[in-house]
């Protein structure tokens, strides 16, 4: 047995609320208040987990002692003679607890602690076949805190939005007059709304990122642009991925001054994933030469590698094609399959499941592509991920451009709604949420990765343990550091 450190009661606990947790526990199992009863509970920051333990000065009888109470409630964590061994929480008046609610406290040399109820024969407060009792020669030790947050759930998250197309509203979406100033404010606000309940969310798990599908203003104008970059898109507190959609980069072309709704689009995206510090065959971006006039060419596809999972972010679809901008900021947009196939290959190498996220579900200029479907299926890819339809969330139907692979839509900040995959080795879980309501959040579908031990190996620099060895596809040789986003 372990050696006490026998001190007065009265110094060896200060007054205050505690979890009283079970000592040993991998699982942070703790004592849990329950009617009349005190059972044994994960640790989720409840109220009926916390426990006021303060000591309470001997009477005129020399009764006094430690006492154990569920927090800001007049019942007390007792022994119950009339039962046996038995513990109960009550008040006074409904029990026989008068004496037995006082505890003596005795602290080991681990910081541990002993009950002893002050009652003879002074039983120890103990755990027996997962049952709390008192027990004479049993010393049980339970470990005490004061941390009482709730604690943040393991595994890691990604959600996944679409189209909050500043400015963009609920009467925008269904043709309803507004002014340009209403139009303006209510977007912000609904921006805004969606994105805090993102936060919300994020701050429940150690691991998540937001994607954005597209759709990022409603025309590419420059005070859209700006007003997404510096004021909305800031609010997030987790790293964000966003593609374009078709009102970033398509119904705007030959529109605007110098086409700078289209090119300036175009430049908002090339920034945002030169910023990311991709290795080079995570990115389809290419300039001849350093001339400024010379145009930017690409699909401007960009992958990211979030531990689990491999993401290809492929903008409005997949196989579009245009080109445009001013002189000195021109881009030619190119499908480009070779691409993504070497993506889908490297990441299978990997043992990584795949997703893939684009704007257009369908709709596609040139419809489908079958070499597209067959590397999805090829690769395995586990599920795409698309905007557009304000109106739609959840599961979509496809087929035509996905083949078997299960398509969700994420709906749109406009409408209040988006979607949240939850995974871990094993499985990922897609969850819709409506209302920015994420804690009431419904399951769409459940997806088995199968990961299979690829041997492989992240190898983080000695010198920053967030830079990670990358070794390129481009058959070089050459081997760099780039920023490892995690998930």
Known sequence: MKKLIDEKAANVLPDGTYKIQIDGSKESKVLQHEGTSAVIAEWAGEQSQKWDIRYQSPNW???????????????????????????????????????????????????????????????????????????????YEFTLSTDLNKPIPKGRALVITSDPQYPWTKNTDNNVPESDSEKERESERLIREQYQSINSYNNTKQQSSVIINGDITAFGHSWQRTKMLHTLLPILNRNYYFGLGNHDIENNQGDCADDACFGGSMLMLKSHIEKLGLPTFQYDIKKASTSWSEPWKGSFAYAIDFGTIYSLQLNNYPTMNAYGGSYSNYYEIHQNLDWIEANLKHASKLGKPIIVNVHKADGWTGGPSQRFIDLLEEYDVKAVFAGHYHKSLGTYSASRFFGKVPVFLSGSASQSTYLIVEYDMDTMNVYKVTNNNWEEKKLVKSIKLNNGNSNNYKIASALNDSSVVDMSLQKNGDVHLWQYGGA
Do not use: C, M
């Open 61 to 139: 009888q020399g009764i006094g002692g430690y006492v154990i109470q569920p927090a800001n409630t007049d019942r007390y964590l007792a022994w119950d003679r009339n039962k046996g061994s038995s513990v109960i929480v009550s008040t006074i008046p409904a029990a026989d607890i008068q004496y037995t609610r006082f505890w003596r406290v005795e602290k080991t040399q681990n910081n541990t602690y002993i009950f002893k109820n002050n009652h003879a024969p002074n039983p120890n407060l103990t755990i027996s076949a997962k049952t709390l009792q008192v027990l004479s020669g049993h010393n």
